[in-house]
C-alpha cells in the first residue's frame, strides 16, 4: 500500500487553514466532476479529491493524519505503524466529503482507498451512534458529542487494576482557522481484569454541551502493550518457556514468571518442543477468569568449546535418535 499526501492532493500547503481546504476543495470538486469534466480520469479524481476533504476538513482526523504524515511521502510504501493514532480523540463523526459533492457515486466513504480504510474507518465508525442531542429545530440544550481515543497499557495494569496519567491529544481550530494539537492529562482508573478491545467512559469529558446541555462521553479503547513475554488472546495469556533438553527430556520443576506473581511448574519427562499446560485461571481476572498456558521452547545448548562439541559426539555415538525416521 502506498501512503497518500493529501494535501498534495488538495494543493495545499501543510499550514493551510480550514477555509483554504475548504476553497480548493469547491475548486477541484467542480474542476473534476465527472457530470462536468471531459477528462479520462476525472471520476478517480473526483474521489482522490474527496477522500483527501473527508480527512483534512476533519480536526480530528487532520491532527492525527499530520502526527503520521511527518516521516512519509506520497507514493511511499506504508503500513500504519502499531499505535499510529494513540490519544489522539475522535467524535466519530461519519458520511462523505459534503459540500454537495459526496452523493456522487457512492462518495458516502464506501469508494475510499485501502490507505483511508486502513487509518480512518475503524475510528470513524466507532463513534457513530454515539453522540445525542436535540431533534431538528431545536438547537439549544444539546448534549455534546462522544468523543473516543485509543490508550495503550501494560499487561500487568489489567491483573492488577491501576490507576495512571493518561495524555490525549485533542485538536481544535484557531481564531485564524489553523488547526493545533492541545495536550490533556487524565488520571484514568484502569479496571482490573480489562480486556484487550474494551473501553473505559469517563462520564462528561466528550464534547461540550450547547446551550446548557451536558457534555458528551471520552470512551478510551483500551489494548496491551506489545510484551517480549506474554501473547494474550481474549482472557488467556501465553508464554513461551525456555527450557533445557534434559528438563524437557527428564521432567523438571522450574520457576515460571506470570503477571501475578512467580509459580512452580512440574514439567512432565518426555515433553516435547511446543508441549502446552494450562494454568488455570491464572489468565486475565475477571467473573470468569482466563487461562495462562505455558508452551515449551526447548533450548540447545552451543557446541562452543570442546567440553561441550564431545558431549554432543558422545550422544550422536550411543543414543539411537533418528529425528526423521518418519519422514
Known amino acids: 500500500m502506498e501512503f497518500r499526501d493529501y494535501y498534495e492532493v488538495m494543493g495545499v500547503k501543510r499550514d493551510a487553514t480550514q477555509d483554504d481546504i475548504k476553497r480548493a476543495y469547491r475548486k477541484l470538486a467542480r474542476k473534476y466532476h465527472p457530470d462536468v469534466s471531459e477528462a479520462d480520469d476525472a471520476e478517480e479524481k ?7 476533504y473527508e480527512v483534512l476538513k476533519d480536526p480530528e482526523k487532520r491532527a492525527a493524519y499530520d502526527q503520521l504524515g511527518k516521516n512519509y511521502k506520497s507514493g511511499q510504501d506504508f503500513r500504519p505503524p ?3 493514532d494513540e490519544g489522539f480523540e475522535f467524535s466519530g463523526a461519519g458520511g462523505g466529503a ?35 442531542g436535540a431533534g431538528a429545530g431545536q438547537q439549544f440544550n444539546m448534549r455534546g458529542e462522544d468523543r473516543h481515543a485509543r490508550i495503550s497499557i501494560a499487561l500487568h495494569d489489567s491483573y492488577t487494576g491501576a490507576t495512571r496519567g493518561i495524555t490525549l491529544h485533542a485538536p481544535e481550530v484557531t481564531g485564524d482557522g489553523h488547526v493545533i494539537t492541545r495536550d490533556i492529562t487524565l488520571n484514568v482508573k484502569i479496571p482490573q481484569g480489562i480486556r ?6 469517563l462520564a462528561g469529558q466528550g464534547g461540550p454541551g450547547m446551550g ?9 479503547e483500551v489494548e496491551f502493550k506489545a510484551d517480549s513475554k506474554y501473547r494474550v488472546d481474549g482472557g488467556d495469556v501465553y508464554l513461551n518457556l525456555p527450557v533445557a533438553p534434559w528438563e524437557a527430556a527428564l521432567g523438571s520443576k522450574v520457576k515460571v514468571p506470570i503477571p501475578s506473581g512467580d509459580v512452580e511448574l512440574k514439567i512432565p519427562a518426555g515433553s516435547n518442543q511446543g508441549s502446552k499446560m494450562r494454568l488455570k485461571g491464572k489468565g486475565l481476572p475477571g467473573k470468569e477468569p482466563g487461562n495462562l498456558y505455558v508452551v515449551l521452547d526447548v533450548q540447545l545448548p552451543p557446541a562452543d ?8 559426539e558422545k550422544m550422536a555415538e550411543e543414543m539411537p535418535f ?6
Open 212 to 220: 446548557g446541555g451536558k457534555a458528551g462521553d471520552l470512551f478510551l
Open 196 to 201: 484487550d478491545g474494551q473501553k473505559i467512559r
Open 322 to 327: 533418528d529425528p526423521r525416521a518418519g519422514l
Open 98 to 132: 459534503g459540500d454537495g459533492y459526496a452523493g456522487y457515486g457512492g462518495m458516502g466513504g464506501e469508494q475510499f482507498s485501502d490507505f483511508f480504510e486502513d487509518l480512518f474507518r475503524q475510528r470513524q465508525s466507532a463513534g457513530q451512534g454515539q453522540s445525542r
Open 305 to 312: 568449546n570442546d567440553e561441550a562439541k564431545a558431549l554432543y
Open 46 to 52: 473526483f474521489k482522490e479529491v474527496g477522500e483527501a
Open 82 to 84: 502499531p499505535g499510529w
